[in-house]
């Protein structure tokens, strides 16, 4: 099995790990928990202030094993949480759907914001067309300009 090719940088503590963060985008992060200074927690918790959970996900990772130890992981905002020893198919797999999960969550806010857009002409195109109708309609023109507004408050 061959696995993808990842640029990865490497950072010794917690603080050191956050000023890299700060300075790059990542499309993930491996932490360990038990890092010197500031826990693999602690830097979670402090990302997850400037990032969502699809924004950065983030992968713990520590030879604590204690239900408890999970559970916290979770609490500070991991996205998934192994534990040593592993494998690195393994890794290769949970980066790699971290990743794809990250993609389809840009992607569909990217569709959302298109089929608002969308709406929004809609709206507006309905309002021209309602300026156009006779006076025969005019009842008809104000129940659709009415029904506009509407559609416009409920989408923006």
Same mark, same amino acid.
């Given at each position: ?44 918790? *402090?990302?997850?202030?400037? %990032? ?7 992968? #713990?990772? @520590?030879? !604590?094993?204690?239900?408890? &130890? ?13 534990? *040593?020893?592993?494998?690195? %198919? ?7 759907? #971290?990743? @794809?999960? !990250?993609?389809?969550?840009? &992607? ?49």
């Amino acid at each position: 099995m061959l696995a993808p090719k990842y640029i990865v940088d490497i950072a010794t503590d917690g603080m050191s790990a956050l000023k890299l963060i700060k300075q790059h985008e990542y499309d993930v992060i491996l932490l360990d928990v038990m890092l010197p200074k500031m826990s693999g927690y602690e830097v979670c918790k *402090k990302l997850r202030e400037d %990032y969502s959970l699809y924004e950065l996900p983030i992968l #713990l990772m @520590t030879a !604590k094993s204690r239900a408890d &130890d999970i559970v916290t992981g979770f609490l500070t905002g991991a996205n998934d949480y192994i534990i *040593k020893p592993y494998d690195r %198919y393994e890794i290769l797999s949970r980066v790699g759907t #971290l990743i @794809t999960l !990250k993609k389809a969550v840009r &992607d569909v806010f990217t569709l959302n914001n298109e089929m608002l857009e969308n709406r929004k002409e809609a709206i507006f195109k309905l309002g021209e067309v309602a300026e156009k109708r006779s006076k025969e309609t005019g009842n008809h023109v104000k129940r659709v300009s009415e029904y506009s507004c509407f559609l416009a408050k409920i989408y923006g």
